[in-house]
């Protein structure tokens, strides 16, 4: 039988509905207006349309939004100052600095300039370390997104085999860290594979949640699957462009034959891409809540 798809999209839905309820109530009852600002430096046309994305959402969601967008040529201490700036400012509640930044700019001092308490992307050695000790207060927005995905699509995740392909700091490691944990929503038993593992498939056919973040199309086939495992694809990859022009999107899953196999299954698109962007807003929310107190 085929499996349920388990739409992002929808799931995104869902939460910015319950989001703006939440802004308007801590605007009516507390004065309070999430802020956040996205700072742009320079005109990568990808990173363009992100901050675009992120911007037009808090928009829709009542918050105060400031889109920052600095020339290529701004000096490493012009971006530390503005930081310093912001991180200073009582309007400002979450900070982001869209990536890739100009080879001549720091990226890591860039993310470390950012106060811990205003890092809504999750991405703060500080905040990762709180994940990695189950002290989490603002979780990475992908990984963060694939748990609100097994969750609201009401899968087990206690006692549950699950394994993660990949193994980079903003999605693989994150997302292992935190169905790892003790807590509801997680609680699961967690292998993750990566380039050096031996016998990908001995592991990835044990899975009852299989969550794949390689950036490698079709590198999960059905025949490395058991039937009814749930499948997290997280993978975005450009596969030329379709009638109308546009690029062409796939997961990392060989969607079509898997979902015969799978009990549920997200697409790409429309799987966790809607979520990250959800998730930071979710993250700028609670940011407000706390620097008003609330939380
Ligand atoms: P990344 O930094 O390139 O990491 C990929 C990881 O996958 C690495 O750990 C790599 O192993 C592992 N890997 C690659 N090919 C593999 C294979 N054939 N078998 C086993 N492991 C393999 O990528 P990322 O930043 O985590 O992103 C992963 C994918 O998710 C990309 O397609 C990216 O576009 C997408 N993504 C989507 C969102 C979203 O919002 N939807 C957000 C972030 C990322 P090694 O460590 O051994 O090299």
Redesign the pocket.
């Known amino acids: 039988m085929a499996a349920k798809i388990i739409s992002g999209t929808e799931v995104a839905k869902q939460i910015r509905e319950e989001l703006k309820k939440e802004v308007e109530e801590l605007k009516e009852k507390h004065s309070v207006v999430p802020g956040l600002v996205t700072i742009l430096v320079g005109e990568n046309p990808a990173s363009i349309s992100y901050v675009t994305g992120k911007q037009k959402t808090a928009k829709e969601l009542g918050f105060h939004s400031i889109q920052d967008n600095q020339p290529d040529d701004i000096s490493e201490e012009k971006l530390l100052g503005l930081i310093d700036q912001y991180n200073k400012d009582p309007k400002i509640h979450g900070i982001l600095v869209q990536l890739p930044l100009p080879k001549s700019i720091n990226e890591t001092k860039v993310l470390y300039a950012i106060d811990p308490a205003k890092d809504v992307d999750g991405f703060h050695p500080v905040n990762l370390g709180k994940l990695m000790i189950g002290e989490a207060e603002y979780l990475p927005c992908?990984p963060a997104g694939v748990q609100q995905l097994l969750i609201r699509s009401g899968t087990e995740t206690k006692g549950a085999e699950v394994v993660v392909?990949?193994?980079?700091n903003?999605?693989?490691k994150p997302v292992a860290n935190i169905l790892l944990q003790k807590q509801d929503g997680a609680n699961a038993t967690v292998t993750i594979?990566?380039?050096?593992?031996k016998d990908?498939a001995s592991h990835t056919k044990r899975a009852d949640i299989l969550i794949v973040?390689?950036?490698?199309p079709k590198?999960i086939t059905a025949d490395m699957v058991k039937d009814g495992v749930v499948v997290i694809d997280?993978?975005?990859?450009r596969i030329g462009k379709t009638e109308s022009g546009k690029a062409k999107l796939c997961g990392?899953v060989d969607f079509d034959a898997v979902k015969e196999k799978a009990g549920a299954i997200t697409p790409v698109p429309g799987g966790?891409?809607p979520m990250?962007i959800t998730m930071l807003m979710m993250n700028t929310v609670k940011s407000a809540k706390v620097h008003a107190g609330l939380n």
């Open positions: 992908t392909v990949g193994r980079s903003i999605v693989g594979c990566h380039t050096g593992t990908m973040a390689a950036g490698k590198a997280v993978g975005v990859n990392d966790v891409g990250t």
